[in-house]
């Protein structure tokens, strides 16, 4: 479809009526988000609420306010039936007769926007395995591979909705003067090389010999390999995302020595960001196996990520089991 189309015209010819209204749903929530955002530091909003979520983290104001306005929205679409969130501590139904379950994080890295770094809300996608009535934890213990369609909404200096229904990626940016999201990076492809590596190296002490090793050749000069290759780090997954995605390279959250899983969670974050890395070319792996193959056994449940430029990916897994 051209560029500029508008993003509920390009779902007609790309997805069903259903999940039409569940992603148009989202659309119109982060629209919502986006301004509360965009007027964050002149509105009493800033800050945290006083509560931990179920991960043990404090929650921000806006996290709260975002999870609501996507629970709000979704459920009037009637198409959805259950939501899972980052700030839930466990599955709510919220139409008994819908066919699809989202997964959210509804504010990824909401402790940046008090410094004006990008935020976002990534979700996934899949139906629902039970026939209707209220859902339950197995409805959302499916494999990356029965996603129908997943994203993430970037909150920047644009904001822009990257989105596969399975026949690639495109990127749809918020036109502020129409309020419409309007096609604008048709069939997104991740280069397959790239010189930017992305992780917290602060923490690199903390992680097993196999994944320092990789970083130091990531870090080492060679002029065959274009190394060294930069770092970059923005903090929020979405941000780090969305460049790996447009400029190629790795993102790499790694599990510490003598744990299996990391930090970043399987269901609504690593699952949707993989999804949308293979549908653009590149990979998505916890070090052993690929993300997508992987059965969750819990709604919260974290993993390990290594993510990006299928070169990059395949390099970096030759360091874990070599």
Same mark, same amino acid.
């Not at 000069?221 to 400029?247: A, E, F, H, N, W």
């Given at each position: ?35 509360? @955002? ?9 800050? $945290? /609420? ?18 609501? +306005? ?12 259950? &939501? ?5 501590? !466990? ?9 699809? @379950? ?5 504010? =990824?890295?909401?402790? *940046?926007?008090? +410094? ?7 979700? *996934? #996608? ?8 209220? $859902?339950?934890?197995? =409805?959302?213990?499916? /494999? ?20 596969? /229904? ?9 036109? /502020? ?18 010189? #930017? ?11 097993? =010999?196999?994944?320092?090793?990789? $970083?130091? &050749? ?31 390279? #790795?993102? +790499? ?28 070319? !590149?990979?998505?792996?916890? !070090?052993?196996?690929?993300?997508? =193959? ?29």
């Amino acid at each position: 479809m051209a560029k500029g189309a508008i993003l509920s015209d390009f779902l007609e010819k790309n997805t069903n009526i259903e999940l039409n209204k569940v992603i148009l749903s989202l659309a119109e929530g982060s629209k919502i988000i986006a301004r509360l @955002i965009n007027n964050a530091g002149i509105s009493d909003i800033l800050g $945290v /609420t006083g509560e931990t979520n179920v991960q043990g983290e404090t929650v921000q104001k806006l996290d709260d306010l975002s999870n609501k +306005i996507l629970m709000d929205y979704l459920r009037a679409s009637e198409a959805t039936a259950g &939501y899972l969130s980052e700030e839930n501590e !466990g599955v709510v139904t919220l139409n008994e007769n819908g066919k699809y @379950i989202i997964s959210v994080d509804p504010l =990824d890295g909401s402790s *940046n926007i008090d +410094i004006c770094a990008p935020v976002g809300t990534i979700f *996934n #996608i899949v139906k629902r395995l039970s026939a209707t009535g209220p $859902v339950s934890d197995e =409805d959302f213990f499916q /494999t990356g591979n029965q996603t129908v369609a997943a994203g993430y909404f970037i909150y920047g200096s644009s904001t822009i909705l990257i989105l596969s /229904t399975g026949k690639g990626v495109n990127g749809f940016t918020l036109n /502020t003067e129409n309020h419409q999201y309007v096609l604008s990076h048709a069939d997104i492809k991740i280069p397959d090389s790239g010189k #930017i590596y992305s992780l917290n190296q602060g923490n690199i002490s903390k992680f097993d =010999d196999s994944v320092r090793n990789f $970083v130091a &050749y990531c870090s080492d000069s060679d002029k065959s390999t274009s190394r060294p290759y930069s770092l970059r780090y923005i903090g929020s997954m979405v941000g780090d995302i969305q460049r790996t995605l447009i400029k190629g390279g #790795i993102f +790499i959250y790694p599990a510490n020595k003598g744990e299996q899983k990391g930090k970043l969670r399987l269901l609504y974050e690593c699952i949707p960001m993989s999804f949308i890395a293979e549908q653009a070319g !590149g990979k998505g792996t916890d !070090g052993r196996q690929r993300i997508l =193959d992987i059965q969750p056994s819990e709604l919260h449940e974290r993993t390990a990520i290594f993510i990006g430029s299928k070169n990059l990916v395949d390099k970096a897994h030759e360091f874990l089991n070599g």
